[in-house]
Structures are given as C-alpha cells and as structure tokens.
C-alpha cells in the first residue's frame, strides 16, 4: 500500500487542521492506520492509530486525547486525523502509516509500521 498525508499547515494555538492521508491498493482494511510526529532531531512518536475493519478500534497518545481524533473510510482508501486545539507543543512533521492486521494489536511503535507517507508538516504558533 501507497501512502499520501496532506493538510498540514501553520495555525495559531487554539485552531483547528485536519490531515488526510490516501492510501492506494484493494486491500485497505486490512491494514490497522497510524499517525506517527516527528520533530528534528527527536525520535518519531505515536499519535494515534485505528485498527482494521470496518468498526476500527481508535487509540491514542495520552498527549492529544480529547483533542485529536483519527478515522478511517474504508470505500475511499482514506484516515483522517482531525486536531482541534492544538497546542505550540504539536508542531512536527505528521505522518501516516500501514501496519498488516497481523501479529501485535492497536501497536505505537512505529518498527511494526511497514509502509509510510511522506508527511506533512504542521505548525503551531503561540
């Protein structure tokens, strides 16, 4: 599978944005989704992630919970992850990521994420 974050931008702290990422291939649910941030020089950090199927479970970094949700339209190979009061401290680059629906369940850890978007940077001003 093929992927392509967009919707980065720069916001003032407070504001709203709201990623997509397309993925290509038939066999989109079958792959559990993740958003992944890195900042230079620090390593890439989980976000959030939804599980395959239809009825994905969602699952979160203490960080963005309650502010940030992810979800999934499996009839147009899409995740979304939309950001709402976001914070100086969410500035990074975003990526999206596949993980096969096999072997470790509802992962944060990107070494089990086998496929990546080119990301999208975000910027949140104070």
């Known amino acids: 599978v093929q992927l392509q974050a967009s919707g980065g931008g720069l916001v003032q702290a407070g504001g709203s944005l709201r990623l997509s990422c397309a993925a290509s291939?038939?066999?989109?649910?079958?792959?559990?989704m993740g958003w992944f941030r890195q900042v230079p020089g620090k390593e890439r950090d989980f976000v959030a992630g939804?599980?395959?199927?239809?009825?994905?479970?969602?699952y979160y970094q203490d960080s963005v919970k309650g502010r940030f949700t992810i979800s999934r339209d499996n009839a147009k190979n899409a995740v979304y992850l939309q950001m709402n009061s976001l914070k100086p401290e969410d500035t990074a680059i975003y990526y999206c990521?596949?993980?096969?629906?096999?072997?470790?369940?509802?992962?944060?850890?990107?070494?089990?994420?086998?496929?990546w978007g080119q990301g999208t940077l975000v910027t949140v001003s104070s």
């Open positions: 291939g038939r066999t989109f649910s079958e792959y559990d």
């Open positions: 939804v599980s395959w199927g239809g009825g994905g479970r969602t």
């Open positions: 990521a596949a993980k096969y629906a096999s072997g470790i369940l509802y992962s944060k850890e990107s070494s089990h994420y086998d496929h």
